[in-house]
T-cell receptor
């Protein structure tokens, strides 16, 4: 079993829909949780960063961490075709610089 | 400012040949990472350089893989006697450091797509 599980998709939704992307993990030591966005043939770019549990909002994006369930989510409101990309979750135990990555979910927003 | 650059963007090589992949990190970033990304897979950590410290090579999959970082800047990943299973996208990332929050804001290059025939 992988330390971080993420459904590879693809997930296809109509423009304007609310998107929910999720990862589960097994290591209770993880404290830092990140979402990266990767466009085709590009490197990943940091989208959201959360420490420990709770919610964090940035524009149309909301990141949630539920440490009791070992479950993290990324919500995208009013989704746009430009949001079409692969979304990777990554997490770390803290002082450990090595991020553990999910496989990524491919998201397609249909106009 | 300039981001992380990698060269070549694509490399096709024959099985058994050696290849060198280059990474130019963001100026001033002391931490540099190499990852491998296979189709449908997450990022696989390969090696990490932090300043003048000894690199963490724990992710290198075999002794055919090696990397160096000269002058705390440019890094080269070398794969000797390439095998077909080495085919993947090799990504380089840099960050301001390994301590605190900033260590987790890794800035990635576009990657080198390696195909071993």
């Amino acid at each position: 079993q992988k330390e971080v599980e993420q459904d590879p998709g693809p997930l296809s939704v109509p423009e304007g829909a609310i998107v929910s992307l999720n990862c589960t993990y097994s290591n209770s030591a993880f404290q830092y949780f990140m979402w990266y966005r990767q466009y085709s043939r590009k490197g990943p770019e940091l989208l959201m960063y959360t420490y420990s549990s709770g919610n964090k909002e940035d524009g149309r994006f909301t990141a949630q961490v539920d440490k009791s369930s070992k479950y993290i989510s990324l919500f995208i409101r009013d989704s746009q075709p430009s949001d079409s990309a692969t979304y990777l979750c990554a997490m770390s135990a803290g002082s450990n610089y090595q991020l553990i990555w999910g496989a990524g979910t491919k998201l397609i927003i249909k106009p | 400012g300039a981001g992380v650059s990698q060269s070549p963007s694509n490399k096709v090589t024959e099985k058994g040949k050696d290849v060198e992949l280059r990474c130019d990190p963001i100026s001033g970033h002391t931490a540099l990472y190499w990852y491998r990304q296979s189709l449908g897979q997450g990022l696989e950590f390969l090696i990490y350089f932090q300043g003048n410290s000894a690199p963490d090579k724990s992710g290198l999959p075999s002794d055919r893989f090696s990397a160096e970082r000269t002058g705390g800047s440019v890094s080269t990943l070398t794969i000797q006697r390439t095998q077909q299973e080495d085919s993947a996208v090799y990504l380089c990332a840099s960050s301001l450091g390994g301590l605190g929050r900033v260590g987790y804001e890794q800035y990635f290059g576009p990657g080198t797509r390696l195909t071993v025939t």
